[in-house]
């Protein structure tokens, strides 16, 4: 009997193991199963933000070609320029916001330019320009202005030949403890800057509100009706005889539309006297063809920040030069 009891025990304990087995197994399969659910529908709802940006970038499209049908200028009074909205969408919200990339210093127009039967490079009226500007807003700069410029003209020249002194090229990049070679050609993003040999968080930030990209293009022009109060230093940078403080008053005078043309402008109170030279004459504009949008999507516990750059050509036809998807470098 004594047998038949230890093999009853026996065969019970055994049930128990195996039963808590099955139990161990099946509630790990459930938490995998409920993980795998949550990782779905994790997707489905970035996705769904995805589309949901994607759709503002089509409406900012429809959105710049209607506001600039017709018109002469591009200015903070037209439509496109409106701050601040935000639209309810099903289980989520849409916000975006356009900004004029002609209301700040594109980099692109740092590229190096070489005199002719020489190879000293001539200092361009953009590049003294920038020159003026890190004198006007960024004296704490980490390293000398000179350097700073030098090392954008090389990062955007084709070559890989030391500009002048301070400058930095792929010998110097492959130095480093994680090496890379630098863009050699126009640069597609303004985040770019920050891998500049010895460029510091700090400086970047010092740059960031007055500074931009514009992909494919190495001109700077300056739209005097989209700058601010803010980014009237611009101004000022390109024009050395105007003082921050009447760039500013020029901009605070500005008509509610605009400057009719860049005529209009050099009779403004502030220039009256100055002379201002031919090359920068032809920096500055009433017009633009590049803007950025930055759009923010929401859908139930999801969030996507899509930035796009729109150029519009002249027939008033817009279209995606570049994307970037997460926030702002």
Partial sequence: MRTLHKQTGVALIAVLMIIAIVVVIAVNMNGRLQLQLQRQQNIQQQQQAFWYAMGAEQFAKVLLSRSLAGQQTVNLSQDWSLQGATFPVDSGTIAGEIIDLRSCFNLNALQNI??????????????????????????????????????????????????????????????????????????????????????????YQLLAPYVCVVPEDNRLLLNVNTLTEDSAVLLAALIPELTEVAAADLIANRPETGFASVEEVFTAPELVGITVADDVKTMLNVKSDSFQLTATAAYLESGFVLTSVLKINNNNQVKVLARRFGGQG
Avoid: C, H
Wanted: hydrophobic content about 45%; glycine content about 4%; cysteine-free.
């Fill in 114 to 203: 070489f005199a002719s039967n020489s190879n000293r490079i001539q200092q361009t009226a953009a590049q003294k320009a920038f020159l003026r500007l890190l004198e006007l807003k960024a004296s704490e700069l980490s390293m000398p202005a000179e350097y700073l410029l030098a090392r954008i003209g090389d990062w955007l020249d084709a070559d890989s030949l030391l500009s002048t002194a301070g400058s930095a090229e792929d010998d110097d990049y492959a130095a480093l403890r994680f090496p890379y070679y630098t863009g050699n050609g126009l640069m597609a993003s303004v985040t770019e800057l920050r891998v500049m040999l010895d460029m510091t968080p700090a400086d």
